[in-house]
Nanobody, 121 residues
Framework: QVQLVESGGGLVQAGGSLRLSCTASGSIFTIDTMGWYRQAPGKERELVARVTSGGYTNYADSVKGRFTISRDNAKNTVYLQMNSLKPEDAAVYYC???????????????WGQGTQVTVSS
């Protein structure tokens, strides 16, 4: 009933930039916090950045100053602008949204399918 679809991943050289997008669709009453996580092979999934419905943001220390999270509430979309990419940024990036379903009026966390970011050096 609720789906998050991500796009924007790909291959980029170290020092380059990518912008990830994630759009929520389905029976949505409201969206609370949205965030981006990443997971490298054999590693734990980690928080990259998140933004609340009120616009508060926080970032992992490893990406501060390089990544920017933003959202367009009218489009149910969250973005992650990634600049000055490093090889250690390579991972599958997932978006997550805390959403109040319009069907059952319950909050739940929803995850995107993931998009691969590869950084070459």
């Amino acid at each position: 009933q609720v789906q998050l679809v991500e796009s924007g991943g790909g291959l980029v050289q170290a020092g380059g930039s990518l912008r990830l997008s994630c759009t929520a669709s389905g029976s949505i009453f409201t969206i609370d916090t949205m965030g981006w996580y990443r997971q490298a092979p054999g590693k734990e999934r980690e928080l990259v950045a998140r933004v609340t419905s009120g616009g508060y943001t926080n970032y992992a220390d490893s990406v501060k100053g390089r990544f920017t999270i933003s959202r367009d509430n009218a489009k149910n979309t969250v973005y992650l602008q990634m600049n000055s990419l490093k090889p250690e940024d390579a991972a599958v990036y997932y978006c997550k949204a805390h959403i109040l379903s319009g069907v059952d009026m319950n909050y739940n966390d929803y995850w995107g399918q993931g998009t691969q970011v590869t950084v070459s050096s």
